[in-house]
T-cell receptor, first 118, second 112 residues
Framework: DAGVIQSPRHEVTEMGQEVTLRCKPISGHDYLFWYRQTMMRGLELLIYFNNNVPIDDSGMPEDRFSAKMPNASFSTLKIQPSEPRDSAVYFC????????????????FGPGTRLTVL | GNSVTQMEGPVTLSEEAFLTINCTYTATGYPSLFWYVQYPGEGLQLLLKATKADDKGSNKGFEATYRKETTSFHLEKGSVQVSDSAVYFCALRGGSNYKLTFGKGTLLTVNP
């Protein structure tokens, strides 16, 4: 089975440019999570979806960040305009409510997108 | 709110040494507790979990026991290998909240 797929794996852009990160969750999973990882702040949850609907976006740092999930097999995280402080590794994870504990106990992570904003 | 505190690294051990990585938590109710591992250049993988007090999670020789009285979930392994070198994250999920709250991670390096 394919795991969570993220693209691109690496992105280098200049300040002010728009950046779009993409994620394909594991087929059949109904929860999708976006995280950001930095040395200073560790792993932060940005937003999560259930059945394509955003449930909690309280971790989204600013209006420059937006996330969508148009269907069960695709999600995007967009930063517009990007700033150097957005440089981080962005992870997408998915899980299924059909697992034990009512869901989200086991989150499957993608390999991440390393974003560098110059 | 929920929080997780784990020992700061880095931790450097020789092969076959005993490993302990401390983790304590703050949460209301009865959270589920997890250890995730991140190998270089990869995403996080679930290592083990425990969902109620006194449960012991185990996998790949690693163990952790859910101690409600001390609000702890320390990770242990009796004999580490070079291949265990990674970053280890303690995490919790509290009640009906579907969020996972992660600790800051502990870098483990095992030397031959």
């Amino acid at each position: 089975d394919a795991g969570v797929i993220q693209s691109p794996r690496h992105e280098v852009t200049e300040m002010g440019q728009e950046v779009t990160l993409r994620c394909k969750p594991i087929s059949g999973h109904d929860y999708l999570f976006w995280y950001r990882q930095t040395m200073m702040r560790g792993l932060e949850l940005l937003i999560y979806f259930n059945n394509n609907v955003p449930i909690d976006d309280s971790g989204m740092p600013e209006d420059r960040f937006s996330a969508k999930m148009p269907n069960a097999s695709f999600s995007t995280l967009k930063i517009q305009p990007s700033e150097p402080r957005d440089s981080a590794v962005y992870f997408c994870a998915s899980s299924s409510s059909r697992t034990s504990g009512g869901g989200t106990d086991t989150q499957y992570f993608g390999p991440g997108t390393r974003l560098t904003v110059l | 709110g929920n929080s997780v505190t784990q020992m700061e690294g880095p931790v450097t051990l020789s092969e076959e040494a005993f490993l302990t990585i401390n983790c304590t938590y703050t949460a209301t109710g009865y959270p589920s507790l997890f250890w995730y591992v991140q190998y270089p250049g990869e995403g996080l993988q679930l290592l083990l979990k425990a969902t109620k007090a006194d449960d012991k999670g185990s996998n790949k020789g690693f163990e952790a026991t859910y101690r409600k009285e001390t609000t702890s979930f320390h990770l242990e392994k009796g004999s580490v290998q070079v291949s265990d070198s990674a970053v280890y994250f303690c995490a919790l999920r509290g009640g009906s909240n579907y969020k996972l709250t992660f600790g800051k991670g502990t870098l483990l390096t095992v030397n031959p």
